[in-house]
């Protein structure tokens, strides 16, 4: 089996003005033509829509929410306890007793009906960062640009 490291991936860059407005919306051709993963100096990025199903979905597959914290040299206290909670982190029959209660709330019929809350809250968010200017942003704004910011309604996507 290939490690993902020794892949010859395309590569993206999160700070190019490509991926900034309509472009941030999904990724640029070139990057999917090349297959439906590309790394970053961050990390590993899925292109498309189904592997990322396939990977969650997947009994074979677990999030590393614990390795992660061991890297960062949270092992033990609240944050530790939080992380060993969580349902991303959950395997085996607590998991799928977790997911079946969380799931009816998580459908994309029940996501519809937030939208309009998601859409207010999201305008109220954006008018604030506005307001407060790029000194609150920490540099997003440097990426984006403050009119490009994914804080809209848009971001929020209609009900099918």
Known sequence: MAVVTELDLATIGF????????RLRGPPAELRGRGWLAGSSLAFVMLDREPGDLFLRSRETAFAGREIADLFGIRNGPLREHVDANILNQRGERH??????????LTPRAADRWRPVMREFLGLLRDQIAAAGPAVLGGVEEIYGLDELPLSWEAAPPAA
Do not use: N, V
């Open 96 to 105: 799928r007793r977790l997911r079946a209660l969380a799931g009816p709330a």
């Open 15 to 22: 700070t190019s003005p490509e991926l900034t407005g309509e």
